[in-house]
Structures are given as structure tokens and as C-alpha cells.
């Protein structure tokens, strides 16, 4: 009797194990701009992304707003007409919902965009497509290094 009673607790625990296992899914949400750069104007559109988008994740970041954020930047091609990537990432739904609220707050503490050679966004960026709402699957962020 004590063995099938040890046999079903092992049982139970190896399926709550296996049903945790599978549940890890994030509650963590990015958004996601890809961002061409027009006219050849890398200089001001690097400029304008150093100096302002990072420079409110920074402070977003030190409120605890968003969880992450990242430029990468990536070879212009006729299949991915687009030269940068800015992802922001939030904890979750709840800090995302209030993204807009946040970022205005921010915007005005940190007063007019800064900007190279006098050239407005328009003139050295096109977004190209913005993605909302995109869900993590792993909890855990993993760096691989080497």
C-alpha cells in the first residue's frame, strides 16, 4: 500500500514538474520600429537616436517603465528595406499599457529633441512598420557568450 501510494505522489509531482516546465511562457512585451535611413543621412538619424530615443529609455529605464531597450543596426537590403531596429521591452501588460502615458511624462522632462545639422526626423528616417505587442516565449533572457 505504501508503494502505490509513493508511486501516485512521484507521479503527481513529475506532472506538476512537467506542467511548470511548459508554463514558463514571459509576460514580457517589446515593441519594435524598423527604421530606414533616407538620403544618406546616417550621421543625423545615429545623432538623433543617441540623443534622444536612448536617452529617454535611459531615463524610462531608471523610473523602471520599461525593462529593456536596444538599437541594432543592420545591413539595408531590397528583401529588408530598413537600416535600424529599436526594440523596447516591458516587463509586462500593465507597465505596456501605460507606455504612451510614460514616455509623454518623459518627453517633457527632457525638453526639445536634439538634432544634427538642424534636420528634422523626417529628413533623415522613414519608419517603415511598427510592431506592437510582441510577446516573449522564453521567461528568462539567456546571453550567450563567445
Do not use: C
Amino acid at each position: 500500500m505504501k508503494f502505490i501510494n509513493s508511486k501516485k505522489i512521484f507521479i503527481l509531482l513529475f506532472l506538476i514538474t512537467i506542467h511548470f516546465s511548459f508554463a514558463q511562457k514571459s509576460e514580457r512585451i517589446s515593441t519594435v520600429d524598423f527604421v530606414q535611413i533616407v538620403d544618406g543621412n546616417r550621421s543625423e538619424a545615429m545623432f538623433y537616436y543617441q540623443y534622444n530615443w536612448k536617452v529617454l529609455r535611459l531615463m524610462a529605464l531608471e523610473k523602471k517603465y520599461i525593462t529593456s531597450f536596444e538599437i541594432m543596426e543592420t545591413p539595408y537590403s531590397e528583401e529588408a528595406p530598413f537600416h535600424l531596429m529599436l526594440i523596447t521591452t516591458y516587463k509586462d501588460k500593465a507597465q505596456y499599457e501605460q507606455r504612451e502615458k510614460h514616455f509623454q511624462e518623459l518627453i517633457k522632462l527632457n525638453g526639445e529633441p536634439q538634432l544634427l545639422n538642424d534636420k528634422k526626423p523626417a529628413e533623415f528616417r522613414k519608419n517603415l512598420f511598427h510592431k506592437e505587442n510582441v510577446t516573449h516565449q522564453a521567461k528568462e533572457i539567456y546571453i550567450r557568450k563567445g
